[in-house]
Nanobody, 126 residues
Framework: QVHLVESGGGLVQPGGSLRLSCELTSNGYGHYGIGWFRQAPGKEREAISCISSHQDNTFYADSVKGRFTIGRDGGKNAVFLQMNSLKLEDAGVYYC???????????????????WGQGTQVTVYS
């Protein structure tokens, strides 16, 4: 059983920053690749970034490259997403997702992730 909890969402103006966190707990032993996704009202879930489980290789959607940073936060099962220079179009519910055995790579596609958190809301207002 794998459980994911996101935190850190909130209200921010364009150009501002937020740091999201994703905490993974498991009753087994395993290493997980973790991805961040977002979903705006009326839109499909969009991949943002991911990090592999063993080598911490990172990948980003073109829309966030240079603005967002994903990383491990003090442990293998805690991941952050630092979001800088936020834009109106970055608003939405942000989800983290996990899948085992993404050792050296991970995937910017929601279908390959088997475990999902409940999401945290990010609102960008002008």
């Amino acid at each position: 059983q794998v459980h994911l909890v996101e935190s850190g969402g909130g209200l921010v103006q364009p150009g501002g920053s937020l740091r999201l966190s994703c905490e993974l707990t498991s009753n087994g032993y395993g290493h997980y690749g973790i991805g961040w996704f977002r979903q705006a009202p009326g839109k499909e879930r969009e991949a943002i970034s991911c990090i592999s489980s063993h080598q911490d290789n990172t990948f980003y959607a073109d829309s966030v490259k240079g603005r967002f940073t994903i990383g491990r936060d003090g442990g293998k099962n805690a991941v952050f997403l630092q979001m800088n220079s936020l834009k109106l179009e970055d608003a939405g519910v942000y989800y983290c997702a996990a899948e085992a055995n993404f050792a050296s790579t991970c995937y910017l596609h929601p279908d390959v992730y088997g475990y999902w958190g409940q999401g945290t809301q990010v609102t960008v207002y002008s």
